[in-house]
């Protein structure tokens, strides 16, 4: 481990911009006394600190690691000569938050982007700034520095949501409006079957509509962490059958197209009903938009829990792309309707259970979509 320490041979205090009550522990127990030099190489965040005139005095291997600056040698060294940060007018950092270093009641700064020149390339990186005060005097400036990649790549996937969102929107309410509006200026120039045609397009492009809603707030919950899954007994069986008389129903296919069958007992099967109802209704909605031949939905019982699979006879799913089939936006090569959403859904779906999702190689030689969920039992409280 590669300890940092001041000049004098003591660790000034610091701690996670990420925390800022742990930077203000970490200074209390510097002045309590001395804190040891290897904690701030345990600490998960990048930190930095200089004395009040902005010599380093910390640089801690996370810093280092992110920055790819040597820490030993930035120690002594002023922060503009080790790590210049530019602000977004391109202007000196340091220079330009004298003013808020001066002032005793400014503890610090919120986090903002900046610029790291360095020698061979410009990075942009999270700054969240504490100044630590003495009485109102500046002793120390603690600095904690996050990638921007991370964000970034968060900010995509929400633009890139909002971006499926408003394309599959556009195409259903177009529909409605037309058909509506249609109806409304000329009804009585259509005949009773050419109204029900229409009506019936209205109402099967709302249900897209609803569809794609439920899960734009399905994404939501997922990313948030706020799944919840309310159990009682289901009849996986009878579940299955409704999924796919829903389907038939609906003229998605015929029911030639289906073949449901079971192997062992199954056991009494706790579970969310309501989401084992939508896991199974993408992936039987998946093996008709991506698959072909007949739907196989196989059930076994196993001691623990039930596993069910979900097989077609279309073309398959590469081992290169079965990593990344459960992933955002995945849509393979197909250029239909979809938002890429439903197996992101699912999988995540069978994970709130304790359960496992997988794809493979079907015996007609199709994608084979295979769950397990386990029995479980009530939760109370």
Avoid at 59 to 83: C, M, Q, W, Y
Avoid at 95 to 117: I, W
Avoid at 329 to 346: E, H, M
Wanted: net charge neutral; with cysteine.
């Amino acid at each position: 481990m590669n300890i940092v320490t001041s000049p004098s041979g003591q660790v000034p205090p610091s701690g996670p911009g990420c925390a800022p009550d742990a930077t203000d522990s970490a200074v209390s127990a510097a002045q309590d006394g001395p804190l040891p030099a290897a904690a701030f190489d345990l600490l998960p965040d990048s930190v930095i600190v200089t004395d009040a005139a902005g010599v380093v005095e910390v640089f801690n291997r996370a810093a280092a690691k992110l920055t790819g600056v040597d820490g030993p040698s930035a120690i002594g060294r002023h922060l503009t000569e080790v790590l210049p940060l530019l602000d977004e007018r391109g202007n000196d950092w340091w220079e330009c938050s004298t003013a808020s270093r001066n002032l005793p009641r400014v503890t610090g700064q919120p986090e903002r982007r900046l610029t790291y020149a360095g020698p061979v390339h410009d990075r942009d990186f999270h700054v969240t700034v504490r100044f630590n005060r003495v009485a109102g005097r500046l002793v120390r400036v603690s600095l904690s520095l996050r990638d921007t990649l991370s964000r970034e790549r968060l900010e995509r996937n929400r633009a890139d949501l909002v971006a499926t969102v408003a394309h599959e929107l556009r195409s259903p309410l177009t529909s409605v409006k037309g058909f509506t509006a249609t109806l409304l200026a000329k009804w009585d120039r259509f005949t009773d079957e050419q109204k029900k045609l229409m009506l019936n397009t209205v109402n099967t492009d709302a249900d897209r509509v609803t569809r794609l809603l439920t899960e734009v707030l399905d994404v939501s919950r997922i990313d948030s962490g706020r799944i919840q899954v309310r159990k009682q007994i289901v009849d996986l069986p009878a579940r299955v059958r409704s999924v796919v008389d829903g389907k038939v129903a609906s003229g998605a296919a015929g029911a030639d197209r289906f073949f449901i069958r079971e192997e062992g007992e199954l056991p009494e099967m706790w579970v969310d009903p309501d989401k084992i109802e939508q896991v199974l209704h993408n992936l039987v909605d998946n093996a008709l938009r991506h698959g072909a031949g007949t739907v196989t939905v196989l059930l076994r019982g196993r001691d623990s829990g039930t596993e069910v699979s979900v097989a077609d006879e279309g073309e398959g799913v590469s081992e290169s792309n079965a990593a990344r089939v459960f992933t955002k936006f995945w849509r393979g090569a197909s250029r239909g309707n979809g938002t890429g959403l439903g197996l992101y859904i699912a999988k995540a779906l069978i994970e709130a259970h304790g359960g496992t999702i997988s794809v493979g190689r079907a015996p007609g030689g199709g994608a084979e979509f295979r769950f397990f969920v386990p029995a479980g039992g009530p939760v109370f409280g």
